[in-house]
């Protein structure tokens, strides 16, 4: 799919959300989906960041885009009910979400990672997205051609030692996603997919192989084209499926 080519405005008039919008590939995402046309909600921790996107979105023509800060490590059902209120109150629908933010303090033994480490990265990488998703189901429900994609990591399937609560609280996300796909079988205007970004240039890469020449990756954009499938009417009917964008 990373051969895909996006029809020309394939995502106009859609509203989409991306979580981690600031950095790596939520911001690559954000600024693909808005150049096909899309309104896009920028999701992350970190306003600089996200207004550095939100003027790149801006400076391009395309659809002005929306900011909600929120740190989903520390979020809860109000939280995320308020933020699916706002989108209605400020747009009147949504049509697609993408769960990219995710959090990986770094590689060691599960004998000395903390309850505290588990838990933030269980709140961030499975949590925030079951809860998200949640809120915002009755505009998903009403849109014509709903989307939601899951960033994940090659971690959640190869069992490996020192990737603790990262690659656990991603493989239960995936977990997740299949189950929602079943769930949701009856509204055959909504998916569910899960992508597996691969080895490419992004901010958790760096802290993951620090040995790594990082700019002899893939950039985050080079795997957009599958993220753009993902989201747009061209994958309706697929759903409770794991993409790699890149075979490692």
């Given at each position: 799919m990373n051969d895909y080519q996006a029809p020309h405005q394939h995502l106009q008039d859609r509203v989409?959300?991306?979580t981690g919008a600031g950095q790596g590939i939520g911001r690559a995402a954000a600024i693909?989906?808005?150049a096909q046309g899309a309104?896009?909600?920028l999701v992350g921790r970190k306003v600089k960041k996200l207004e550095a996107v939100y003027d790149e979105i801006e400076a391009a023509g395309n659809p002005q885009p929306l900011i909600f800060p929120l740190k989903l490590e520390k979020a809860g059902d109000a939280e995320y009910t308020a933020m699916a209120e706002g989108i209605y109150q400020q747009l009147g629908r949504l049509d697609g979400i993408l769960h990219n933010a995710?959090?990986?303090?770094?590689?060691?033994p599960l004998e000395i990672q903390t309850a505290e480490q588990f838990s933030a990265m269980l709140q961030?990488?499975?949590i925030a997205p079951f809860a998200l998703t949640k809120a915002c189901l009755p505009l998903l429900k009403r849109a014509a051609d709903a989307a939601v994609v899951v960033t994940s990591t090659t971690a959640a399937h190869h069992p490996a030692a020192y990737w603790g609560a990262h690659a656990i609280s991603k493989s239960a996300a995936e977990m997740l996603v299949k189950i929602w796909a079943l769930e949701m079988e009856t509204f055959p205007n909504m998916r569910i997919n899960t992508v597996i970004p691969g080895a490419v240039q992004c901010p958790q890469r760096k802290k993951s192989h620090p040995?790594?020449?990082h700019e002899s990756l893939p950039t985050a954009e080079a795997i957009m084209p599958l993220y753009l499938?993902?989201?747009g009417h061209d994958s309706a009917g697929?759903?409770?499926q794991v993409f790699e964008a890149l075979k490692v």
């Amino acid at each position: 799919m990373n051969d895909y080519q996006a029809p020309h405005q394939h995502l106009q008039d859609r509203v989409i959300l991306v979580t981690g919008a600031g950095q790596g590939i939520g911001r690559a995402a954000a600024i693909a989906f808005a150049a096909q046309g899309a309104t896009v909600i920028l999701v992350g921790r970190k306003v600089k960041k996200l207004e550095a996107v939100y003027d790149e979105i801006e400076a391009a023509g395309n659809p002005q885009p929306l900011i909600f800060p929120l740190k989903l490590e520390k979020a809860g059902d109000a939280e995320y009910t308020a933020m699916a209120e706002g989108i209605y109150q400020q747009l009147g629908r949504l049509d697609g979400i993408l769960h990219n933010a995710s959090r990986f303090d770094n590689l060691c033994p599960l004998e000395i990672q903390t309850a505290e480490q588990f838990s933030a990265m269980l709140q961030t990488n499975l949590i925030a997205p079951f809860a998200l998703t949640k809120a915002c189901l009755p505009l998903l429900k009403r849109a014509a051609d709903a989307a939601v994609v899951v960033t994940s990591t090659t971690a959640a399937h190869h069992p490996a030692a020192y990737w603790g609560a990262h690659a656990i609280s991603k493989s239960a996300a995936e977990m997740l996603v299949k189950i929602w796909a079943l769930e949701m079988e009856t509204f055959p205007n909504m998916r569910i997919n899960t992508v597996i970004p691969g080895a490419v240039q992004c901010p958790q890469r760096k802290k993951s192989h620090p040995g790594e020449v990082h700019e002899s990756l893939p950039t985050a954009e080079a795997i957009m084209p599958l993220y753009l499938y993902l989201m747009g009417h061209d994958s309706a009917g697929i759903s409770g499926q794991v993409f790699e964008a890149l075979k490692v």
